[in-house]
């Protein structure tokens, strides 16, 4: 029997990145324990952590392509699964142009560095712009605004809980999410300490949720009139005279512009629509000015709904005009090691964020970052024309239950002509696919938050290096976006040296670009020496330690002894390296033509201007949100054995008073209808919820023929997505509407 091996592994799933002690005998993992010695998350380990031994078990994870045969998808070998894609996709694309071929971009590409950066290689290589993301269900509202204010959408300020005396949270449940937007492992932990100091936590959220149980305060909203709120806020601070931008003054721009913003606001109808008294408002107003250290934070309850960009503006101008922008304590811009654009170029100044370049063919709407809706991906493929979507490459990513009106889309997938899915499942989408290409296990992959750490509530340089090697000569996840450029530009299927030589190539051109960067450290440096230097490593790793190298804390391949370098990071004790707390970054860390922080960028006074200018009073009837759950992430952990044990989970949240007026028992079924289609549910009353607000978890629905995710399929619950619609979306960014969903709710009688 071989001997038990412990190592340090950093948690690939969600944005806490715990860090974790993986025990191992040979190619068997033993057990998984949060890291106590880890600088970052202290120990903290969750559910879903503990499933990664299940996910690596798991008898239903692909561990070998798929190639659809006579219509069924059957195990092939990769050369034929390559060999596949190359009779395909390029002949579409020559045919009906580069915009026929479109991506899907699924959530764990975020959190997996070979499909990051490989997806930058072969977007590049297909040109085309019809790129779909989990961004659009998700955050794009607030990258938006931090473009327009700082300049880079991934200038993301996040709450200095460490040293935060008062926290004001929007849409946002931790205690069970982890944080996002936020790297904020062991948020339990840093608010007992920060409770401990005097400080205190209050919670706006239309559910009593688990972070509102252990806030100071909570306070009920109605769902999708946060701006309205934050709008009212404001109204205080400037009424009151409370507004002070305190050190940032000197680097904003437009005080005034939302000075007189906040004057016609009418605090009364705003507390009306969203349901928060006034005096709760204004004691609010008052406590985040009086504190010295304050922060408002807001997450997915604040972007995926109605006024999603508005509420994102408007907490980071509340950061702003209390003062707590850049302080200590207060909204603060982490400085990560590499990737992230807020180090490069001339400091505190740049060409700024252009969103609105182009438009998606059929309903025009804009692209963000070079990201559009997901809601649109449906009509494109079904809408004739010379440029409609005919070929997807799905990558990491189940849009059939994670888009909105996903009934429609999961129509539309099964009428493309050719689809490749990147995935370690067969998924709902997955089933789709001609070609299914698998990804390796979280263990057979090295682990570094590329652009995530843009999000650090701590600074700090984090790797950790795959344990195993791909089972079986697998190709990873890399190897992969490298073939699918190859093959997209019709160079056909390249051997494992013909990839090697492609990757050399994207190195070379990093190279060229970080040498060449006049405010970059590695500024001039020969660029063949530095290829040189980067020795053996091959695959992300050598990128890793590029850009580490010549990042802000880099050795600069030698000019700055003591820099940072990949083989310091590995060498570090447990996880990586702390660079400590969150230091003031302004003005270095903007990015707009101004220089300064853009405080009311046009688009957005015109919106508020809109808001104010509707008539109080919306909805009145019943309005659906989401609810995430500690043992699911998303749609792609029910079929892990630890985690899917237990109750029930997708239910029908119903407070008492509405199941009463509805004649809904708990534990019956129900109808709920929106205007996008119906489900059946189990209804499951609580108190937690605001009156006239349901709640239904996300991310469920495994029962669609053709799948391969047997324990999910058992209890496969419902796809909340089917209620909700991809025609009405958030109107600057076309983010989708996720939560404050008008439905209609009817019992069913018991047979
Ligand atoms: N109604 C409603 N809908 C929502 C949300 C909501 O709150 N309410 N939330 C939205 C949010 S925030 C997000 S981020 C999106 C997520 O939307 P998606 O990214 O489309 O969905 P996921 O469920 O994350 O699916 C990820 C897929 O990647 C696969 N996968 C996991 N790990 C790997 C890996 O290492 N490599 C590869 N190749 N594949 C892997 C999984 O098997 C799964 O099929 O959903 C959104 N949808
Ligand atoms: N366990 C677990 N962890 C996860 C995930 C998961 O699926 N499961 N998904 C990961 C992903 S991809 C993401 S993006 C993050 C999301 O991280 P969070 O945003 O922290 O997660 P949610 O639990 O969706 O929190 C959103 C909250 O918004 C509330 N809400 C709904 N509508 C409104 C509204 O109009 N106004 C306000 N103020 N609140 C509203 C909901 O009740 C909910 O409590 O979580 C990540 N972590
Ligand atoms: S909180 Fe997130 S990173 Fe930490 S163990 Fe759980 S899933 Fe992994
Ligand atoms: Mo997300």
Not at 9 to 26: D, F, K, S
Not at 175 to 195: C, I, K, T
Not at 313 to 339: E, H, Q, S, Y
Request: charged fraction near 20%; hydrophobic fraction near 45%; charge should be negative.
């Amino acid at each position: 029997m071989s001997e038990l091996k412990v190592s340090n592994r950093i948690c690939p799933v969600c944005e806490a990145g715990c860090g974790l002690q993986i025990a191992t005998r040979g190619r068997e993992i033993v057990s998984i324990r949060g890291d106590a010695a880890d600088f970052f998350s202290r120990g903290h380990i969750c559910p879903k952590g503990v499933a990664l031994k299940d996910l690596d078990a798991d008898p239903d994870r692909l561990r070998q392509p798929l190639v659809r045969r006579n219509g069924k998808l059957e195990r092939a070998s990769w050369q034929e699964a390559f060999e596949t894609i190359d009779a395909n996709l390029p002949a579409i694309r020559k045919a009906h142009g580069a915009q026929s071929v479109a991506f899907y971009i699924g959530n764990p590409t975020a959190h997996n560095v070979a499909l990051a950066l490989g997806f930058g290689v072969l977007a590049e290589a297909t040109g085309t712009r019809n790129i779909f993301t989990a961004g659009t269900v998700d955050q794009v509202p607030k990258q938006f605004v931090c473009g327009l204010m700082f300049g880079d959408t991934l200038t993301v300020p996040v709450p200095d809980i460490d040293r935060c005396d008062y926290l004001l949270m929007l849409g946002a449940n931790p205690m069970v999410s982890n944080g996002s937007l936020w790297m904020v492992p062991d948020f339990r932990g840093r608010l007992r300490e920060m409770q401990a100091r005097g400080g205190r936590l209050v919670v706006i959220d239309p559910r009593r949720t688990e972070t509102a149980a252990v806030a100071d305060a909570h306070f009920f909203i109605r769902p999708g009139t946060d701006a309205h709120f934050l709008l009212a806020v404001l109204h205080v601070l400037f009424r009151d005279g409370l507004a002070d931008a305190g050190d940032a003054a000197a680097y904003v721009a437009g005080f005034d512009e939302i000075a007189a913003l906040a004057g016609k606001v009418s605090p009364e109808s705003m507390s009306a629509e969203c349901g928060i008294p006034l005096d709760v408002i204004e004691r609010i107003a008052r406590d985040l000015a009086a504190s010295e250290r304050a922060a408002v934070y807001g997450r997915i309850g604040t972007t995926t709904q109605k006024h999603g960009s508005l509420a994102s503006w408007l907490i980071d101008a509340i950061n702003v005009a209390t003062g707590n922008l850049d302080r200590p304590g207060g909204a603060m811009f982490a400085k990560p090691p590499a990737f992230v654009p807020n180090t490069r170029g001339a400091p505190g100044k740049g060409s700024g964020f252009v969103p609105y370049r182009y438009r998606s063919r059929v309903s025009g709407y804009p692209e963000v970052n070079g990201e559009l809706p997901v809601a649109a991906l449906a009509e494109e493929i079904e809408e004739e024309g010379a440029e409609r979507v005919r070929a997807l490459i799905c990558i990491a990513g189940n849009p059939v239950l994670s888009a909105p009106n996903a009934a429609r889309l999961d129509r539309a997938l099964g009428r493309l002509d050719f689809m490749v899915a990147i995935d370690i499942y067969l998924s709902e989408t997955a089933r789709h696919a001609d070609v299914v290409l698998p990804g390796t296990t979280a263990f057979e992959k090295c682990h570094y938050d590329s652009f995530l750490s843009a999000f650090m509530t701590r600074n700090g340089a984090r790797y950790s290096p795959a344990l195993f090697d791909p089972a079986g000569g697998a190709f990873d996840e890399w190897e992969i976006m490298l073939q699918l450029a190859a093959i997209s530009q019709g160079a056909g299927v390249h051997t494992r040296e013909g990839l090697q030589a492609l990757e050399d190539m994207v190195v070379r051109q990093l190279i060229a670009a970080a040498t060449s960067d006049p405010f970059g450290a590695a500024h001039g440096l020969d660029e063949d020496e530095v290829f040189a230097k980067l020795g053996n490593r091959r695959g992300v790793e050598r990128i890793l330690d590029l850009q580490l190298r010549v990042g802000p804390y880099g050795d600069a391949f030698g000019r700055v002894p003591g820099g940072l370098t990949l083989a310091a990071v590995e060498a570090a004790p447990h996880s990586g390296i702390d660079l400590g707390p969150l230091e003031p970054r302004l003005p270095e860390v903007l990015r707009t033509p101004s220089g300064k922080i853009e405080l009311a960028p046009e688009l957005m006074m015109r919106a508020a201007e809109a808001l104010l200018a509707v008539p109080a009073g919306g909805e009145n009837g019943l309005l659906l949100i989401g609810r995430r759950q500690a043992r699911s992430n998303n749609s792609w952990m029910h079929n892990l054995p630890v985690l899917a044990k237990g109750p029930f989970r997708c239910t029908l949240m119903v407070h008492p008073q509405d199941a009463k007026r509805l004649s809904l028992e708990d534990g019956a079924r129900a109808i709920v209808r929106s205007p996008a289609g119906s489900i059946e549910a189990i209804v499951e009353t609580s108190e937690e919820l605001m009156p006239g607000v349901v709640s239904l978890p996300h991310g469920w629905g495994h029962d669609l023929p053709g799948t391969g995710l047997s324990l999910a399929g058992e209890r496969p619950g419902v796809n909340s997505n089917i209620l909700t619609q991809d025609s009405e979306l958030e109107t600057l960014t076309g983010t989708a509407i996720l939560n404050g969903i008008p439905v209609e709710i009817e019992g069913l009688a018991i047979p």
